[in-house]
C-alpha cells in the first residue's frame, strides 16, 4: 500500500514505528532509509522523527526531536560516575521524565504526518527490563497505532545459535510490549534473509541446520548441552513466530522497504483490533479501582474529620480554606522539551554527584536558541 494514501480528508492516525535492535544492526540507516522512502511518495510525506540514542556522534536524518538537545550524556557519565553503556541508560531514564512532553509535541503534529519514526539506542536492555523501555512504549502506544521494528543484523544472524539469540531477545520485547511486531532482516544485499523465513516456518530445518553446524556434539559425538538447549527452544520459538510478521529490506539500496510499509499497515489493523481493545479495558480497569480507592479514602478522611471536630470544636473553626493564600507554594521548575524547528530547547544535566535522585535533581544548563 502506498504510504501516502493514508493522507485523506478523513485523516488516520499517523502510526508511530519504534525501532530496536542489537547494536550495529542498521537502525540509523533504516530510519534514514525509510524517511527517504516517505519523502520521495507523490505527494511527498515526511515522517516526524525522534532520536532517543544519546551518544550517537551522527544521525544521518534530521530529528524533530533530539534527546540530545535535552541530556547532555558525557555530563550524565561524568556526574553519575557511570560507563557508556549505563551512561546511555540514565540519560534516557532522565529523558523519560519528560515524556509527556514529548508526547505533547508529537500530538500537536499529528495531523500533518502519516508517521511518527522512533530511533533507539543498541543497548537492548532498555526493552528487555529497563522501566524507561516500558514508559516510552506504552505512552506512544496509548497515543497512537504503534508497532516495533526489530531490527536484525541478517549476515551476522547466519549462525544458528546467533539466530536464536537474536530471537529470543524479540521474543521477550514483544511479550513484554504486547505491540504488532515486524521483525525486520536488514542488510539483505550482503546476506538474503530466505534461509532465516525457512528457519522459523518450520523448525526441523532449523534443528537440522543446527545439528550440522560445528561444536554442537562432544568429543563421543553426543549433542552439547547447548545443542539440546537450542532444539527444546526452536520447539517454545514455533508458538513466538506465529505472531510476528517478517520482512527483508537492504537500507542501502532501499530493497524490500514498501514490503515493510505493507507490513506496517497491516500492524495498524492489529493494533486497532488487538491492542486497542485490551488498552482501554486496562483503561477501564484502572479508573474503576481508581475511582473506588480515593471514594474509601475520602469517606475515611471525613469520618476523621468528624471525630477530630466533635471533640475540637475551636480548631474546627480555624480550619478553613483561605483563597488569599492559594498557589503561594506552587514549585513550578518546568524544564521543556520542545520542536527543533519551533524555537527553544533546554538541556538538562545532573546537580552534583550523590544529589540526585529524580529529574528535580536536574537544572537547565545551557539554552539554545534554534
Ligand atoms: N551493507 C549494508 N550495510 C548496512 C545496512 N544498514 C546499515 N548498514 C551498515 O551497518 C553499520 C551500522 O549501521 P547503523 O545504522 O549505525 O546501526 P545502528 O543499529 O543504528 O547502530 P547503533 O547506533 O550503534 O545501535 C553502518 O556501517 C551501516 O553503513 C544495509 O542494509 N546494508
Redesign the pocket.
Known amino acids: 500500500m502506498d504510504p501516502s494514501a493514508s493522507s485523506s480528508s478523513s485523516k488516520k492516525k499517523p502510526v508511530a514505528i519504534i525501532?530496536i535492535?542489537?547494536?550495529?544492526?542498521?537502525?540509523?540507516?533504516?530510519?534514514?532509509?525509510i524517511n527517504s522512502y516517505l519523502h520521495s511518495q507523490d505527494p511527498p510525506a515526511p515522517p516526524y522523527i525522534l532520536n532517543l540514542?544519546p551518544?550517537?556522534t551522527h544521525v544521518?536524518f534530521e530529528a524533530n526531536i533530539d534527546i540530545r538537545d535535552t541530556v547532555n550524556y558525557p555530563e550524565v557519565m561524568k556526574q553519575y560516575n557511570l560507563g557508556p553503556n549505563g551512561g546511555i541508560l540514565t540519560a534516557l531514564n532522565l529523558f523519560t521524565t519528560k515524556f509527556d512532553q514529548v508526547l505533547g509535541l508529537v500530538e500537536k503534529r499529528a495531523e500533518e504526518v502519516d508517521y511518527v519514526i522512533l530511533?533507539?539506542?543498541?543497548?537492548i536492555e532498555i526493552f528487555t527490563w529497563s522501566a524507561s523501555g516500558a514508559i516510552i512504549t506504552d505512552a506512544v502506544a496509548s497515543s497512537l497505532p504503534t508497532v516495533v521494528a526489530y531490527?536484525i543484523?541478517t549476515?551476522r544472524t547466519t549462525a544458528p545459535a546467533t539466530f536464536m539469540s537474536n530471537m529470543l531477545y524479540a521474543c521477550s520485547i514483544l511479550y513484554k510490549t504486547k505491540l504488532p511486531f515486524i521483525l525486520v532482516f536488514?542488510?539483505?544485499?550482503?546476506q538474503p534473509h530466505e534461509f532465516a523465513l525457512e528457519w522459523m516456518h518450520d523448525f526441523e530445518l532449523f534443528q537440522a541446520a543446527l545439528a550440522s553446524h560445528s561444536g554442537t556434539h562432544d568429543s563421543e559425538g553426543e549433542p552439547t548441552y547447548m545443542n539440546s538447549l537450542m532444539n527444546s527452544m526452536s520447539l517454545v520459538l514455533d508458538e513466538f513466530y506465529k505472531h510476528l510478521k517478517a520482512v527483508g529490506?537492504?537500507?542501502?539500496?532501499g530493497d524490500g522497504i514498501k514490503e515493510f510499509f505493507d507490513a506496517v499497515e497491516a500492524s495498524r489493523e492489529e493494533y486497532e483490533k488487538e491492542y486497542l481493545p485490551e488498552l482501554e479495558r486496562a483503561r477501564a480497569q484502572r479508573e474503576k479501582t481508581l475511582q473506588a480507592a480515593k471514594e474509601d479514602s475520602m469517606n475515611r478522611l471525613m469520618k476523621d474529620l468528624e471525630i477530630d471536630r466533635a471533640k475540637n470544636p475551636h480548631g474546627a473553626l480555624a480550619d478553613r480554606w483561605d483563597p488569599e493564600n492559594e498557589g503561594e507554594d506552587e514549585d513550578d521548575g518546568n524544564i521543556n522539551i520542545v520542536d527543533r524547528s519551533k524555537s527553544l530547547v533546554i538541556v538538562m544535566t545532573p546537580t552534583p554527584a550523590g544529589q540526585v535522585s529524580s529529574v528535580k535533581g536536574c537544572v537547565p544548563s545551557l539554552i539554545i536558541v534554534c
Request: hydrophobic content about 30%; overall charge negative; proline content about 8%.
Open positions: 525501532t535492535g542489537m547494536a550495529g544492526a542498521g537502525k540509523s540507516t533504516f530510519v534514514q532509509r540514542d551518544a550517537v544521518p530511533d533507539t539506542p543498541g543497548q531490527i543484523d549476515p536488514n542488510k539483505t544485499d550482503v529490506v537492504s537500507s542501502m539500496t
